[in-house]
């Protein structure tokens, strides 16, 4: 029944991390990462990492904000969920132009979330508790707000302040043409016009994203001197590694030509420039200097497997996002032919692949399932999409099945181990940039950052103290069914599957580093083995199918019926190792 086998990258890497669980899931489940004997181990390559978005996550102080204070008293959640580390979007000052993609002060943390000696607090009590910490740093541009920016704007054309950036005079006569026609990533031009001093029009700057992000000039040395020292504050405050956004943008064709029709690799003027990679090299020596290597992250989107894996050579990045999964369909063909394609263009790098359902950017996992469009594309999102959730959650269970038994490293992002939907939010409270400079067509990436709800009652459904103000996104009434409290005391709930199942992951070597052998077992079916132990069955086709011989059910999406896997549903078998005849 064996076709071809498929050994992970991470095969060689040699045993958990983890240690024992404990038993009990309320629990921490781990040592602190710095007394492991084997600290040294290269825990990223099978590690299950949470995604907090700060702001949403829990709000100590009541004032309507998540902050780091909320954080750090659900520690003992994240311990029992178990997983190894925490990715924390940008929790810089920052005026919030998008989201804190806009930095303002890389050495700070905003007012709202608390301060630095919080930020250490909470790593020192992560650590505790055997969970690594990954923040966000953003290469690609700062705020305007940024004193480096501010500087630029007061001393004028020519001067040494404006190299940091990409400053230009207009193209025409009167320089009121833009300096090149480039297209932002949230649509709409990518250059704004300064006034001078004396009121008149002055040169134009660079954003591929909002003009509030002025892009940096990576090819000052200041640029790059700064982002070191950057990665340097923060591992030496116990940090375990970055995930860098928008990884394949800051290199700039220095010539600022027009968009050509067909770039060869390398040569677009603004993404993925072969240059790019002696920035992350250098970003790796840093990160190799620390006794405990810290780790890179990339956010890396690019259709082209081979340019996508030049990011994860042995000495540039550790991982990078695969949003390949992510993106396609519910079809068992579609996800199938992702996931093989996956593995295989990470296997010449030695790189571990990585697993993403979502984040603070993409619609929630039950909404997206249960849509006739089940796939992900940021120009298709539209009010008023019709969506089964009940269809959509179901999915959404046996997905997060079907990812957590493929070997690598798996994300998630908050709320989705709740099962929580999109949230259609009324126009007036969105305040993602995409929304308005779509002409206010696409609904944004709000829907999926309201704040968590907790306790299922109260003004913020324990998202804040009873007496807080009303959260800076208003939470649907159906958040109140979905809460954790909730969740925690129902056996069947998507929180009890999300722990059991990490438990598993947690508990057995095969699930974790085994091998992964593909199986047939029909054309809607996704089946493989890990390490010839354990088998994962996803059913994507519409009508209930027979199990093959195991020799016991680990984990299943739904209920099982009559030893039938119904549609929409995944299930974990053990399973007689290949070969042996004797079951
Ligand atoms: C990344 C972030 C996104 C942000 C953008 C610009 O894609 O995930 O939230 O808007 O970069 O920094």
Redesign the pocket.
């Known amino acids: 029944m064996d076709s071809d086998v498929l050994s992970p990258a991470d095969a060689a890497s040699g045993a958990s991390a983890a240690g024992s669980p404990g038993a009990s899931p309320a629990l921490p489940r781990h040592q602190a990462p710095t007394d492991r004997p084997d600290a040294g181990h290269e825990w990223w390559r099978t590690a299950v990492i949470y995604q907090v978005y700060v702001r949403s996550f829990a709000d100590a102080d009541g004032d309507g904000t998540g902050d780091l204070a909320g954080v750090r008293a659900r520690l003992p959640y994240l311990a029992a969920l178990g997983v190894d580390a925490l990715w924390f979007n940008p929790w810089y000052p920052s005026p919030l132009a998008?989201?804190g993609?806009d930095v303002a002060d890389y050495r700070a943390i905003h007012p709202m979330f608390g301060d630095l000696a919080e930020a250490e607090a909470l790593i020192r009590e992560a650590g505790e508790l055997g969970i690594r910490t990954i923040i966000d740093i953003?290469p690609?541009?700062i705020s305007h707000e940024h004193e480096w920016f501010q500087a630029a704007l007061a001393a004028g054309p020519g001067s040494p302040e404006r190299e940091r950036f990409w400053f230009r005079p207009g193209r025409g006569e009167h320089g009121d043409q833009e300096p090149t026609d480039w297209v932002s990533?949230f649509q709409g031009s990518t250059w704004t016009r300064t006034t001078n001093p004396d009121g008149t029009p002055g040169e134009w700057y660079l954003h591929l994203?909002t003009p509030e992000?002025p892009d940096l000039n990576w090819n000052h040395p200041d640029v790059r001197a700064e982002h070191e020292d950057v990665l340097r504050f923060w591992f030496d405050r116990g940090v375990a590694g970055v995930r860098i956004?928008?990884a394949a943008l800051p290199v700039k064709d220095e010539a600022l030509p027009m968009l050509p029709v067909d770039p060869a690799p390398g040569q677009h003027p603004h993404v993925d420039r072969d240059e790019i990679h002696d920035i992350y090299r250098a970003w790796r020596a840093v990160a190799d200097s620390y006794e405990q290597p810290r780790v890179l992250v990339g956010?890396v989107w690019l259709e082209d497997a081979a340019r996508f894996a030049r990011y994860l050579r042995p000495d540039e990045m550790h991982t990078a996002f695969n949003f390949d999964l992510m993106t396609q369909p519910w079809d068992a063909e579609a996800m199938r032919r992702s996931i093989r394609r996956t593995l295989a263009e990470h296997a010449p790098v030695g790189a571990p692949a990585t697993w993403v359902l979502s984040?603070?950017?993409i619609t929630r996992p039950v909404t997206r399932y249960g849509r006739e469009d089940s796939g992900f594309a940021f120009d298709r999102k539209r009010f008023g999409t019709p969506t089964d959730l009940a269809l959509g959650t179901r999915r959404a269970r046996a997905a997060a099945l079907l990812t957590a038994a493929l070997p690598g490293c798996l994300y998630i992002y908050q709320g989705d181990e709740l099962g929580l939907p999109e949230v259609e939010l009324p126009r007036e409270v969105i305040e993602d940039p995409m929304h308005f400079r779509s002409g206010g067509v696409d609904p944004g990436?709000d829907g999926c950052r309201v704040p968590l709800p907790w306790s299922g009652d109260g003004v913020s459904l324990g998202f804040g103290p009873d007496d807080a103000a009303e959260p800076w996104l208003p939470q649907p009434a159906a958040f109140a069914a979905l809460a954790v409290e909730r969740q925690e005391a129902d056996a069947s709930s998507m929180l009890a599957l999300y722990r059991d199942a990490l438990a598993l992951r947690r508990d057995r070597d095969d699930l974790r580093e085994g091998d992964l052998a593909w199986h047939e077992l029909g054309a809607d079916v996704i089946a493989f083995t890990r390490g010839g132990t354990v088998a994962s069955i996803t059913n994507l086709g519409g009508a209930p199918i027979a199990l093959p011989d195991h020799r016991g059910v680990l984990l299943a999406s739904s209920p099982l019926a009559a030893g039938m896997l119904p549609p929409d549903s995944t299930v974990w078998l053990a399973v007689e190792p290949a070969g042996d005849e004797s079951a």
Do not use: A, I, L
């Open positions: 998008d989201g993609y953003v690609n541009h990533s994203f992000q956004d928008s956010e984040n603070h950017d990436r």
